[in-house]
């Protein structure tokens, strides 16, 4: 796992790897933190490479990691690195891509954990969650909301690629056994059904 920040999505997966039933564990975690600033992306990659390759590592996950990766390394881990981003990509890649959203006013928005190619936040999207926007939202309320969706997502990702149900075909993720939702989502939701004796009253339309 590749890391920068605050290391929630870690602990959401070191959680459900505690559960003897998840097929997946973390055998090691790399923080750029430590890193002295003046190392180079290939400096970065080459270290990286030496550690993972010397750890049995299958899949690289990254969370907020904030290192644009060096291309060879990428390329190395073609189809067994996935991030995580906070959004609905390939709406809002990049920076801030909460403010981005309450910024374009969108009424859902999300996050997505996607196979890692050299272009940031771009590649075969694997799964996404979709989290609503409220009318009183700022950058702080969205990004918990999200968060809590990554937290979700991240773990039922790996749990797919680890039991070797995800493949991808023509630049496309397919999973083996996909539950997809049945129904959509509506934002602003409808009125709840009421009876007009129990105080709910149509609105007049003119059409
Ligand atoms: C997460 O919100 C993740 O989606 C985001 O960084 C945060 C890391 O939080 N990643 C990106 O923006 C990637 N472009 P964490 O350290 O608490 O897991």
């Given at each position: 796992m590749l890391i920068s920040g605050r290391g929630s999505n870690l602990r959401a997966l070191l959680a459900a790897?505690?559960?003897?039933?998840?097929?997946?564990?973390?055998?090691?975690v790399v923080s750029d933190r430590v890193e002295a600033p003046h190392r180079g992306r290939q400096a970065f990659a080459a270290q990286a490479e030496l550690f993972l390759g010397s750890q049995r590592v299958q899949l690289v996950c990254l969370a907020g990691f904030m290192r644009v990766l060096d291309a060879a390394f990428v390329e190395m881990w073609r189809d067994r690195m996935v991030?995580?981003?906070?959004?609905?990509?390939?709406?809002?890649?990049?920076?801030?891509?909460?403010?981005?959203a309450l910024a374009a006013g969108v009424r859902f928005t999300g996050c997505t954990v996607h196979f890692v190619r050299p272009e940031v936040d771009a590649g075969p999207i694997?799964?996404?969650?979709?989290?609503?926007?409220?009318?009183?939202?700022?950058?702080?309320s969205l990004s918990a909301r999200i968060l809590?969706?990554?937290?979700?997502?991240?773990?039922?990702?790996v749990r797919l690629i680890a039991e070797g149900r995800v493949r991808v075909v023509a630049g496309k993720v397919e999973i083996?056994?996909?539950?997809?939702?049945?129904?959509?989502?509506?934002?602003?939701?409808?009125?709840?059904?009421?009876?007009?004796a129990n105080g709910w009253s149509r609105t007049p339309v003119g059409l």
């Open positions: 790897c505690a559960d003897a039933a998840y097929p997946a564990e973390i055998v090691s991030n995580i981003h906070p959004s609905l990509l390939p709406a809002f890649p990049g920076l801030h891509p909460q403010s981005q694997i799964a996404q969650a979709v989290v609503p926007a409220h009318p009183d939202d700022d950058e702080a809590g969706a990554e937290h979700r997502l991240y773990p039922l990702t083996d056994g996909w539950r997809a939702p049945k129904r959509a989502i509506l934002n602003p939701s409808e009125p709840r059904r009421k009876s007009p």
